[in-house]
């Protein structure tokens, strides 16, 4: 069964600097799709970012990007230049495979990252 | 687009009552999830539907909760009868396919007093 796995529950970042949030995953299917989301105090949920298994490169939006280690199994977070506003609560997500013919997203236990000023 | 669109925003309701939570997926979506969101439990999966079929429901925890999709532009997750541990807040989200992002509501936080 797939899972998800985020190790960090909260994270510290000075504003301005760059931050990883660490995401590990496990499947046994060849194709994937990962995700983050930002969950601020509010408690909406932010779609911010998608890779798939079979890009050849990380996926970057804006001050976002994706560490994709595929042999690793890992899809780490990397927010750059951080800012006050990105403070929150971050969750990794994955979508079962197509072969699965099934859809299903699920996700990790999310990480609280807070940008000191 | 609106984006989804969910009913009530905050519920307060007193054990034993029934509890009916409503969902708008963006139009076009063929995919619809809801979710439940705890301290203690996270996000965790209830059920989902593709094309208004239900798919999977084994995160259903009881067979108190229950879940409809009678058309492609709206679904209901009903618990009754309601006890506090069903407190926690009830999210909804949509996806245009199985391999796309989801595009989440903004929530009902369920109080169950």
């Known amino acids: 069964a797939q899972k998800i796995t985020q190790t960090q529950p909260g994270m510290f970042v000075q504003e301005k600097e760059a931050v990883t949030l660490d995401c590990t995953y496990d499947?046994?299917?060849?194709?994937?799709?990962l995700f983050w989301y930002k969950q601020p105090s509010s408690g909406e949920m932010i779609f911010l970012i998608y890779?798939?298994?079979?890009?050849?490169q990380n996926a970057t939006e804006g001050r976002y990007s994706l560490n994709f280690q595929k042999a690793r199994k890992s899809a780490n977070l990397v927010i750059s230049a951080s800012q006050l506003g990105d403070s929150a609560m971050y969750f990794c997500?994955?979508?079962?495979?197509?072969?699965?013919?099934?859809?299903?997203?699920?996700f990790g236990q999310g990480t609280t990252l807070q940008v000191k000023p | 687009d609106a984006g989804v669109i969910q009913s009530p925003r905050h519920e307060v309701t007193e054990m034993g009552q029934e509890v009916t939570l409503r969902c708008k997926p963006i139009?076009?979506?063929?995919?619809l999830f809801w979710y439940r969101q705890t301290m203690m439990r996270g996000l965790e999966l209830l059920i989902y539907?593709?094309?208004?079929?239900?798919?999977?429901d084994s995160g259903m925890p009881e067979d108190r909760f229950s879940a409809k999709m009678p058309n492609a532009s709206f679904s209901t997750l009903k618990i009754q009868p309601s006890e506090p541990r069903d407190s926690a807040v009830y999210f909804c989200?949509?996806?245009?396919?199985?391999?796309?992002?989801?595009?989440f509501g903004q929530g009902t936080r369920l109080t169950v007093v």
């Open positions: 989200a949509s996806s245009l396919t199985r391999n796309t992002e989801a595009f």
């Open positions: 499947t046994s299917d060849p194709s994937y799709g």
């Open positions: 890779q798939g298994s079979y890009d050849q």
């Open positions: 997500a994955m979508r079962e495979p197509p072969s699965s013919n099934t859809g299903k997203l699920i």
């Open positions: 139009s076009g979506h063929d995919y």
């Open positions: 539907f593709n094309n208004n079929v239900p798919i999977d």
